[in-house]
């Protein structure tokens, strides 16, 4: 199975802050790589697909960008609704591993 | 509108089974890959099974293997997870998801939460 290291965990952060976000995988998934949030207790939401195609209806403060192993999510300037859970998941082969997840919250 | 809504969660035994349900509405059904994926409470996502448009091809992680069976029955717009064998390890919100654009979950439902325990 392919392993998916998300950092950091948890960021402390402020309203309008710069955040990014980084996911490493243990072996290449070209750019079959995708960025979900979370927010407590509702389903994960798409923010991002293809290491770097914005879903439709995502603010385009939210960015993603890499390919093959190391993979950015970044969000430019950081809004109240942002402070949430983000994950990684590859789909490049099954099974679709996801990171363990970083929880942004307001410092 | 695109709606997933998943129902069937409950409290079983170990050893017990579940039939997991997600009704799907606002999109043609049939022409979408769908995937389960679990959630124990305050943990992260992962990844249990998907199952093809036509029903034909399925995988499943290797900790649900040969205990869980994924299937759809396209004209009800319905898709399944037969739980058996259930262990405590299997406690989490089960959501149902669409497969888009380079295999991502582009919608997902609310989750039912299976709880095993005795």
């Known amino acids: 199975d392919i392993q998916l290291t998300q950092s950091p965990p948890s960021l402390s952060t402020s309203v309008g802050d710069r955040v990014t976000i980084t996911c490493r995988t243990s072996?290449?998934?070209?750019?079959?790589l995708n960025w979900y949030q979370q927010k407590p207790g509702k389903a994960p939401k798409l923010l991002i697909y293809g290491a770097s195609s914005l879903q439709t209806g995502v603010p385009s403060r939210f960015s993603g960008s890499g390919s093959g192993t190391d993979f950015t999510l970044t969000i430019s300037s950081l809004q109240p609704e942002d402070f949430a859970s983000y994950y990684c998941?590859?789909?490049?082969?099954?099974?679709?591993?996801f990171g363990q997840g970083t929880k942004l919250e307001i410092k | 509108e695109v709606q997933l809504v998943e129902s069937g969660g409950g409290l079983v035994q170990p050893g017990g089974s579940l039939r997991l349900s997600c009704a799907a509405s606002g999109f043609s059904f049939s022409n979408f890959w769908m995937h389960w994926v679990r959630q124990v409470p305050g943990k992260g996502l992962v990844w249990v099974s998907r199952i093809s448009g036509d029903g034909i091809s399925t995988s499943y992680a290797d900790s649900v293997k040969g205990r869980f069976t994924i299937s759809r029955d396209n004209a009800r717009n319905t898709l399944y997870l037969q739980q058996n064998s259930l262990r405590a390890e299997d406690t989490a919100v089960y959501y149902c998801?669409?497969?888009?654009?380079?295999?991502?979950?582009?919608?997902w439902g609310q989750g039912t939460l299976v709880t095993v325990s005795s």
């Open positions: 998801a669409r497969g888009g654009s380079d295999w991502a979950s582009d919608y």
């Open positions: 998941q590859q789909s490049y082969s099954i099974p679709y591993t």
């Open positions: 072996q290449s998934v070209s750019s079959f």
